[in-house]
């Protein structure tokens, strides 16, 4: 296996977010941190291939007099379809020239405003539709785990570049999965948060549906409970219960269902046996664990797909008004190409698609009022190896295939309750497997409350050690 890491005996160490504040607080530089940072993402990225824009003299610039908040002086990164002053949004396609954008989108004042210190942007699928971030010009971005494999979807350039060690903390949204995809391709924490918890850019607000939900990767339970924590200082919406500080494991034994079928596909027989295993720990601290049918129906994956090719006729028919003269649609990838097709062809069965997913948030309210916790695969196969996802491949090829893979993720984005993966597995090729947690409406807090007693029961791999 071809293993790559930043890991180094300079001053980042191996801190994560929150071992870097309180180093900080002891008189570490902030500037020699930043300049380690940059050097670090210069070591490893001709490998992994996860940076979209670098803006490492701004960051220099703002480390002598970083911005105040809990994160402040910590490095990272935002994924590239969110904007930043003075930084292009390029959405991972050529069919378009950004212009550096002229102020901060709503998330992207939010999460600077914790401190955090942006040295660039970071790649992604084109808009976000793959499973994989693979570019027919730039190539693909790769795990650090093993090179030859993705680094998984959309925000795979941040899953990459926190789990390589380059920054201990960067952002992440996820439309299907692309918060926990990654996460559980590159053996990292990922939460995606209950719908509005979180700042968002107009662009995401204003889809019919709202699906995609913005956050972070870590490679601790306690950056991610940390960084709520400081976000909700700077936006909190008024619908939704604060998470509050969360610092140690709930004491509460939960009941958990086990769902080993995915969203008509099911986890392959190796993946099904490791997430059995998590359920046997969970029984082992005393949860009440029952593996129960999935709680929405097979059609459930047809509607999502159809809503999510909306999303992608939306951005063919109204590129050019979107993103200026330079729009080219013929530069767009198969898949985007695709999916716009398939909605196209299935205009006519859109709405029943829209109240399909309206009916899943009713389904998944009626299955929390059992269960407090629900424990699948993040990911129904092992992860797959650079090509296999091809963006210049048949549309029908690259789409089969990614519904063999992503089978878990999109029920989260449809109801807009949260799920958080946790690397709590591993294949026996060496690779990380994630595991996914879901909970009801505004339950974050029980879930990270999960995370920290199981980090504490089953400490993760470190890339590092192996």
Not at 253 to 282: F, H, M, N, Q, Y
């Amino acid at each position: 296996m071809t293993r790559v890491h930043a890991f180094a005996d300079d001053v980042l160490q191996e801190l994560d977010a929150v071992g870097l504040v309180a180093a900080y607080r002891q008189g570490l530089s902030i500037p020699e941190v930043i300049e380690a940072s940059i050097a670090r993402a210069e070591a490893v990225d001709e490998r992994l291939g996860a940076l979209a824009h670098e803006a490492y003299d701004r960051a220099r610039a703002e480390a002598r007099a970083p911005r105040p908040g809990f994160f402040a002086g910590v490095p990272t990164f935002l994924k590239d379809n969110v904007d930043v002053a003075g930084m292009p949004t390029q959405h991972g396609s050529d069919a378009f020239v950004a212009a550096p954008a002229k102020r901060d989108g709503d998330f992207a004042r939010m999460y600077l405003a914790t401190g955090l210190v942006p040295l660039g942007k970071t790649r992604l699928s084109e808009f976000g539709f793959s499973g994989a971030v693979d570019h027919p010009r730039l190539g693909p971005v790769r795990t650090p785990w093993h090179t030859d494999h993705y680094a998984g979807a959309s925000s795979a350039g941040s899953a990459a570049f926190v789990a390589a060690g380059v920054v201990p903390i960067a952002h992440a949204n996820d439309g299907g999965g692309s918060i926990r995809i990654p996460a559980s391709v590159n053996g990292l924490v990922g939460l995606k948060p209950t719908r509005n918890r979180l700042a968002q850019d107009k662009l995401m607000r204003d889809m019919p549906v709202r699906i995609v939900s913005d956050g972070v990767l870590t490679r601790s339970v306690r950056d991610t409970a940390a960084f709520y924590r400081e976000a909700e200082k700077v936006f909190r919406h008024p619908r939704l219960a604060p998470i509050g500080d969360i610092n140690r494991p709930g004491r509460s034994r939960l009941r958990i269902a086990v769902v080993t079928s995915g969203i008509g596909r099911d986890a392959s027989p190796e993946v099904r046996e490791l997430t059995l295993k998590t359920a046997a720990l969970l029984e082992s601290l005393g949860h009440r664990v029952e593996e129960i049918d999935p709680p929405v129906p097979g059609r459930f994956a047809d509607q999502f797909i159809l809503y999510w090719a909306s999303l992608a006729m939306f951005i063919v028919r109204s590129g050019r008004r979107q993103h200026g003269p330079t729009w080219d649609a013929t530069q767009l990838d198969n898949l985007t190409l695709g999916l716009a097709r398939h909605c196209q062809r299935n205009l006519h069965k859109l709405p029943l698609a829209i109240a399909g997913l309206g009916a899943s948030r009713r389904l998944a309210t009626k299955h929390h009022a059992v269960y407090d916790v629900t424990l699948t695969p993040t990911l129904a196969t092992a992860t797959p190896t650079v090509g296999h996802l091809d963006p210049t491949a048949d549309y029908e090829q690259v789409m089969d295939r990614l519904m063999d893979w992503v089978a878990f993720t999109p029920l989260q984005n449809a109801t807009g309750e949260p799920a958080i993966s946790l690397p709590l597995a591993t294949t026996s090729t060496g690779l990380p497997q994630g595991m996914m947690f879901g909970s009801g409406h505004g339950r974050e807090a029980r879930l990270m409350e999960l995370a920290l007693e199981l980090e504490e029961a089953a400490p993760w791999p470190r890339i590092q050690d192996q």
